[in-house]
């Protein structure tokens, strides 16, 4: 992350997000065909069809392209103040380019959390002060008008930052689906988490896509 002058640093809270894609790779599609047993015959044949399991993930730049996300991928603004009020939103683009359907769901943790000294000389962890979102949907217009104003993002951003796992859904073969990702502090948050120089609390997050075949 790059460093900015210490003098601009006041009030500056750093999230820095790397998103790992974790895909459970396991393709297994069998069939047979069963040939009845009499006096002429007593073959029996097997046949065995392996499916394709192929699963991508892109992230929506300033730039609006959808570009392949890697495992350090930055996805969120880390030069981003984070301050009461303010709200973040990243998207998200999910594709299936295998032949069989899957089921897939997100999941945030926070694996890195480094406190701060507020400007009362407390410590605090940035964690406890910021909220987290996650809305998907089919269409990337429709997404879109779901987080299309502050206050609707923030309304998505409803859940504790760290430690939220969506429910799986299903993604047909040459499916995609889109994700809107926010990050928010509420208004309500005050000087308890206004960092003091040179004290800056940091939070590093892992937003892992798991995709799992679906079995017969």
Known sequence: M???????????????????LCVLWGVLGTGASLAWFNDTSKDLKNVFHFANFDLQVFHYTEDEKWEEIEA???????????????????????????????????????????KGINVYGDEFNLQEHLLFGLVNDDSFDSLQNKVATRELARESANEPLGNYSSNSV???????TYLALTVHMPEEVTNVANYKHPHQPEIYLNIIVYANQQHN
Do not use: H
């Not at 790059?2 to 790992?20: E, P």
């Not at 299903?170 to 995609?176: D, F, H, I, Q, S």
């Open 2 to 20: 790059a460093k900015m002058d210490k003098s601009k640093r006041i009030k500056r809270f750093a999230f820095i997000l790397s998103i790992c």
């Open 170 to 176: 299903e993604l047909g073969a040459g499916k995609t």
């Open 72 to 114: 350090d991928t930055e996805v969120f603004d880390d030069q981003a103040l984070y301050e009461p009020g303010y709200t973040q939103t990243i998207f998200l683009k999910v594709v299936n380019n295998g032949d069989v359907p899957f089921d897939w769901y997100t999941a945030v943790s926070a694996y890195r959390i480094v």
